[in-house]
């Protein structure tokens, strides 16, 4: 019986490792083939079949990519969103998200309910212009980031959380004098800190890929992002790529041009994933309680 329950054991991990190694491979093949025609020349590129090794080496693309100062400016503009945005969504989704896990908050249910709401309806593009053109926001990066402020799903994610957290640590700390606010600062919030890391992730890169927002509120071009910049040279291709060899004498195949617009854009974010994806899996109670 054991022996039978160890082989079906080893069956199951054997097909776990199978399905994970064909998506990191499914994951893995686009990103080395944006890498390598990024840095491989026209001969290469034109050239039939996947690329993921590359065979020949050309940084032209990137050389006058980077010689195009409005993909600077707007690189400067999406970080400034990205940094903004998430600095004002996650400040507004825990201040929201403490009060409402509180079963002492009179009519708890009914702004739970007006909350929950939003998930299901909203105002629409139209209003939502309308509303941010007569407030005077338009062609400002409050109109990238105010809008979108708070989620109501994570504002719901963040008040499960909160409201997991032990009453018995609130309790003692009242017990020793502590007021409403230095229990949200030294007791709540540095337990909330995995939680906390996970929205500002999944909001920055929210904000880090936005473009449709960009395209309908702001009519500068030097005050658009980098990701409406990058559709607009991969839509338009030979003509953004013409605009672009303005600047430099360099001559370069328009898809290496896309490919290496396109690595610039993403390298930030796949330098910021590391550093919080600890705190998905962090145990935010070990030790907070003695027994």
Request: overall charge positive; hydrophobic content about 50%; glycine content about 6%.
């Amino acid at each position: 019986m054991k022996k039978a329950n160890y082989l079906s054991d080893r069956l199951f991990l054997g097909f776990i490792y199978v399905v994970l190694t064909l998506l990191t491979i499914t994951t893995l093949l686009p990103v080395l083939q944006v890498i390598t025609i990024s840095v491989s020349p026209q001969n290469v590129t034109n050239s039939y079949g996947f690329h993921i090794i590359p065979t020949a080496f050309d940084f032209s693309g990137y050389q006058k990519m980077l010689h195009y100062q409005l993909i600077w400016t707007a690189y400067g503009n999406t970080i400034v969103r990205t940094l903004l945005g998430t600095c004002i969504t996650v400040t507004l989704t825990f201040l929201g998200a403490y009060p409402l896990s509180k079963k002492t908050l009179p009519n708890r249910k009914l702004w739970t309910g007006f909350i929950v709401l939003t998930m299901f309806f909203s105002g629409g593009l139209i209003p939502s212009y309308l509303l941010l053109k007569n407030i005077g926001l338009m062609n400002s990066i409050w109109a990238l980031v105010l809008p979108s402020a708070v989620s109501a799903f994570m504002l719901l994610i963040v008040r499960n959380f909160i409201n997991s957290l032990p009453e018995s640590l609130e309790e003692s700390a009242k017990i020793d004098g502590a007021n409403e606010f230095y229990i949200l600062l030294r007791i709540v919030l540095p337990l909330s800190l995995p939680i906390i890391a996970t929205v500002g992730l999944y909001t920055a890169v929210w904000h880090w890929n936005a473009w449709f927002d960009s395209m309908i509120y702001i009519q500068d071009q030097k005050k658009q992002v980098l990701q409406l910049l990058l559709r607009r040279i991969i839509l338009e291709g030979q003509d953004a790529s013409a605009e672009i060899g303005m600047t430099s004498t360099l001559v370069v195949n328009p898809d290496t041009l896309k490919m290496a617009t396109l690595v610039v854009a993403i390298v930030p974010i796949l330098c910021v994933y590391p550093f919080l994806q600890k705190y998905f899996v962090k145990g935010s109670l070990i030790g907070s309680i003695k027994g």
